[in-house]
């Protein structure tokens, strides 16, 4: 497959600038060793690449972490570097001895890679999240970069000005429904409709097999993807492990472990709540979130969009989507964007809150194409409660233009997103 840009790469240059080592992580086939080994292709001066699933490497480090990092006499990139957890105190002892050459760590276990960066090379590496591709990434468009666009406009009519005078790039709803029915794994760009599902089935066993014996801590593997599926089935929804655990008949105590290896493995996110102190009538459990609709739709059997739409839960795989979205935009900002959500006993709901500085940023994502006012009013009540702190709202919608739905809340349409 012909390499797809990734708008992540940049930022390893930034961090170098700052850091000996970056750290690359991110779930199973997200594409992190494609962009490692495209990054050190493109550099003047020569990278070495080695991965830990070569075994022989793997024994070697193992017997003698030092005198390999040591023996680092060019930059190098060491992919599924969470397998050698001795290798990180060796290459602190070098790093700190003036090591010249610059060093990218890889792994899918975030839980052991970041692990052994908090004990060892704490202050030494600069972290980076890979996700599956952005819709614009898989259709290789520009990004749109809509989050910055949001936070960098104090009024909705210098969003709106600014929205429509930017070349923004369209997804057409066709080629958004399909992303959204398969995800954004790269491997999944090459394949026949029939043959994904295939791979999904491949994927999560090779995930189950490899992943959690690397994870380990997980006495029952059986249990663990009854977990794993039944979280598909509730994603955008709020989490409550009681539920789950009756559900499932496993103890609340092991849904929860469960839970932790999961978003340990990237496979899900917890969205937290925003809540004020002056308001105690707010939910303040999290949502989960799958990361990957397409994994969402594989465990819930939608096999095309027909079922996807259909079956009922076609709002939360919505919801999901633009979750996915704005985290891979999100995680690599600075100054820092934060992301919640906002409910209150009663039922009103935001889906996602921005939060940037002390200003506030609702945003509500709704499937249909036209937008009725009383729809609006849980946003409307978001911000009449945090008053000057929320500049404006924004309704991610399925229309084809940007709209003012009220005053100071603006539509955009899905296709934007990415």
Not at 96 to 111: P, R
Not at 194 to 208: A, G, N, P, V
Not at 234 to 247: F, G, K, P, R, W
Request: hydrophobic residues 40%.
């Amino acid at each position: 497959m012909e390499y797809r840009k990734r708008f992540i790469e940049s930022e390893i240059d930034d961090l170098f600038e700052i850091f000996p080592i970056v750290s690359l992580t991110g779930p199973r086939q997200s594409g992190k060793s494609t962009l490692i080994k495209h990054y050190i292709s493109k550099k003047k001066i020569p990278w070495s690449y080695i991965s830990l699933d070569d075994r022989e490497i793997l024994l070697r480090i193992k017997e003698d972490p030092a005198l390999f990092a040591h023996s680092i006499n060019s930059n190098i990139a060491i992919d599924e570097a969470q397998k050698a957890p001795e290798l990180f105190h060796a290459l602190k002892q070098v790093v700190d001895a003036g090591l010249k050459h610059k060093i990218i760590l890889s792994g899918s276990a975030n839980f052991l890679l970041l692990k052994s960066i908090t004990e060892s090379l704490a202050g030494r590496v600069g972290l980076l999240e890979l996700q599956a591709f952005s819709i614009a990434e898989a259709y290789e468009y520009k990004s749109n970069s809509l989050i910055h666009k949001i936070i960098k406009n104090h009024s909705v009519k210098d969003l709106y000005e600014t929205l429509t005078n930017s070349q923004l790039e369209k997804i057409s709803d066709k080629k958004l429904m399909n992303f959204i029915l398969h995800g954004g794994f790269p491997k999944l760009i090459e394949l026949k409709p029939e043959q994904k599902l295939k791979w999904f089935d491949r994927y999560i066993s090779t995930y189950i097999e490899r992943d959690l014996r690397d994870l380990s801590q997980i006495g029952n593997l059986d249990n663990f993807q009854k977990v794993y599926k039944l979280f598909a089935y509730q994603t955008a929804q709020i989490l409550n492990l009681s539920n789950i655990a009756s559900d499932t008949g496993i103890d609340s105590k092991t849904v929860k472990h469960y839970l932790s290896i999961l978003e340990s493995s990237y496979q899900c996110k917890t969205l937290p709540a925003y809540f004020s102190k002056q308001r105690k009538q707010l939910i303040k459990s999290p949502k989960i979130f799958y990361t990957d609709t397409g994994l969402v739709n594989f465990h819930q059997r939608n096999v095309d969009l027909d079922s996807m739409l259909n079956r009922g839960g076609w709002g939360h795989i919505l919801e999901t989507f633009v979750y996915s979205e704005l985290h891979k935009e999100a995680k690599d900002m600075s100054p820092k964007v934060d992301l919640y959500f906002w409910r209150t006993n009663n039922g009103a709901e935001v889906d996602f809150i921005l939060s940037y500085g002390e200003r506030l940023y609702p945003i509500e994502v709704k499937a249909a194409a036209i937008i009725n006012s009383y729809e609006l009013k849980s946003l409307e009540s978001f911000m009449e409660a945090e008053g000057t702190k929320v500049p404006f709202g924004i309704v991610f919608y399925r229309g084809d233009r940007i709209s003012f739905f009220k005053e100071n809340i603006l539509g955009i349409p899905l296709g934007y997103l990415g």
